[in-house]
């Protein structure tokens, strides 16, 4: 779960270059990286198993409060107009890209990721499992 959150600020600086651009240019750039699923695929699954075998759980847990307290600082900070940056985004890459997405929605989306794969792995039934 680790590794949504950390994907943010390498994310927000390709806001920085193609969210003040014509939506066109975002779009030719999200098709590009949608031709690079099957890589993004392999990274996105080795990328976090060989950091946890790297880091370790209290490692990992140090990183993730640090990630979040600096996450929380540069969402309060940021003006509506900045948030407001939209982008095309490679939608084969993940369930949670829409096809445009603003600062805000990068902001949301380690979230709601997390909160998926926390559902995948609720047992039917149990306090934390989903509602339908």
């Not at 075998?53 to 409060?65: I, V």
């Not at 996450?71 to 982008?87: F, K, N, Q």
Request: include cysteine; hydrophobic fraction near 45%.
């Amino acid at each position: 779960m680790l590794f949504g959150f950390l994907l943010v600020r390498p994310l927000l600086v390709v806001f920085a270059c193609f969210g003040r651009l014509p939506l066109g240019a975002s779009r030719t750039f999200a098709r590009l990286l949608d031709a690079a699923t099957a890589p993004f695929d392999l990274v996105n699954y080795l990328g976090p198993v060989g950091g946890a075998r790297l880091c370790g759980r209290r490692r990992m847990a140090r990183l993730f409060d640090r990630v979040i307290a600096d996450l929380h600082r540069r969402v309060d900070a940021e003006s509506p107009a900045h948030l407001a940056l939209r982008m095309h985004y490679p939608c084969r890459w993940d369930p949670f890209f829409k096809d445009v997405m603003t600062v805000a929605d990068l902001y949301r989306y380690p979230a709601r990721h997390f909160s998926f794969h926390c559902g995948q792995l609720t047992l039917p039934g149990s306090p934390g499992a989903a509602r339908g």
